[in-house]
């Protein structure tokens, strides 16, 4: 039995989730999207979904992040939506940072709340995000003129759960001494990994993080980077002094494989 996988956004945080599920996990199938346009893959990727996804009576589970409208997708697909559905939140649009605010966005957030409303588990990457998602519907709901819905918040928030992003770093240890380019591409991997594990906990323990980490502009990184592909002897002799093993593959793998093999609902 299958788990299927949909990924509206398939870049950056969103692209290095699937892909660890999908290696990771047995019997995941997976269909993406190019990480453009996003405002356009809002829009309109359930559509698409609906069309490319084959027909299959071996998908137990339906597992996509909150990009994705899961609503119009179940409505134009009924077998789907007979589902376990999972909505994975990497960001929330009810408090994301917008230039201008205009009418037209307020689809965005909307949409997200009916996806929560159809999903089965809704799953957010720290705390931070759930409760500002979930404590900003009341607030947001009100810029409907009249007739607006009521209780959103007591009836998604028993859906919910925190699943932090997981982190599984590459092994730069085996990389050649005499390969700096190869090494260097290694930093690169692990400075990827690095921030979507501060996105992750974004407002939750970003705190935490050892000052010595932390740097304030591209050119700061590059000069680290540079002088790690110099010495790579201090990096591979260096223990890291922040705590990182919840955030690990290792500690979250149980959670997300219990998440994407429970059995399926008793009314299929």
């Not at 304030?216 to 790690?228: A, D, G, M, V, Y």
Request: hydrophobic share 40%; net charge positive; with cysteine.
């Amino acid at each position: 039995m299958s788990t299927l996988i949909i990924e509206a956004f398939y870049g950056g945080s969103h692209k290095q989730l699937v892909d660890l599920l999908q290696e990771e996990i047995e019997d995941c199938v997976l269909y993406t999207l190019p990480a453009k346009k996003w405002h356009w893959r809002a829009r309109t990727s359930a559509l698409y979904f609906s069309q490319n996804v084959p027909v299959s009576d071996n998908y137990r589970i339906l597992f996509a992040s909150s990009v994705l409208n899961l609503t119009e997708l179940t409505a134009l697909r009924p077998d789907l939506g007979k589902l376990k559905k999972v909505l994975y939140f990497h960001e929330n649009q009810l408090v994301y940072p917008v230039q201008k605010c205009q009418e037209r966005d307020f689809q965005y957030g909307y949409n997200q709340i009916l996806s929560c409303l159809v999903a089965d588990v809704v799953v957010f990457n720290s705390a931070f995000n759930m409760e500002s998602f979930l404590t900003s519907i009341g607030k947001f709901m009100k810029l409907i003129p009249d007739h607006r819905p009521k209780n959103l918040e007591s009836i998604i928030r028993p859906k919910c759960q925190v699943l932090y992003f997981p982190i599984k770093f590459p092994d730069v240890s085996r990389e050649h001494d005499k390969d700096p380019e190869s090494f260097f591409r290694s930093l690169l991997r692990l400075q990827e990994a690095g921030l979507s594990f501060h996105v992750s906990v974004l407002g939750e323990t970003f705190t935490e993080v050892p000052a010595e980490y932390l740097y304030s502009t591209p050119e700061q990184l590059f000069k680290r980077l540079q002088n790690f592909c110099k010495r790579p002897d201090i990096l591979r002799k260096h223990l890291y002094k922040g705590e990182m093993a919840r955030f690990s593959w290792a500690a979250l793998r149980g959670k997300f494989r219990s998440l994407l093999t429970t059995e399926p609902r008793e009314d299929l």
